[in-house]
């Protein structure tokens, strides 16, 4: 993996704010969502994967996103993350969320 990868994770409080987050993330900067999972009932999260500069850009702008449609319940930014901690993300449990995902966007 190369050191200018990061991992930005937003978790937030329903499913409205969860898709204008992602939304905005993906229109705002190069990045590619590699996980939406439910945490507890009613709050969600979604990890996006790119260059830092575009992971910290997608954040904000999900963050901001998340504080209009709902409740942002918090955020992360990972810098260079550990090859395993990486790999989490790429299970065959998120595939299906990435086919969802390229779908809306128009990839197939």
């Known amino acids: 993996m ?3 990868i990061a991992i930005g994770i937003v978790e937030t ?6 898709s204008a987050g992602i939304e ?7 990045v590619r969502c590699v996980g939406v999972e ?5 709050y969600l999260a979604v990890a996006v994967r790119g260059t830092l500069a ?3 850009q ?11 449609h709902g409740e ?5 930014v990972y810098p260079k993350p550990h090859p395993t901690t990486a790999a989490l993300l790429d299970n065959p449990d998120t595939a299906r969320i ?9 990839e197939s």
């Open 2 to 4: 190369s050191s200018d």
């Open 13 to 18: 409080r329903g499913v409205v704010a969860l």
């Open 72 to 76: 942002l319940r918090s955020s992360q």
């Open 54 to 56: 575009a992971v910290r």
């Open 24 to 30: 905005a993330m993906i229109k705002t900067a190069d």
């Open 98 to 106: 990435r086919e969802v995902i390229a779908g809306l966007r128009g």
């Open 38 to 42: 439910r945490v507890t009932s009613g």
């Open 58 to 68: 997608a954040v904000a702008a999900g963050e901001a996103a998340i504080r209009a």
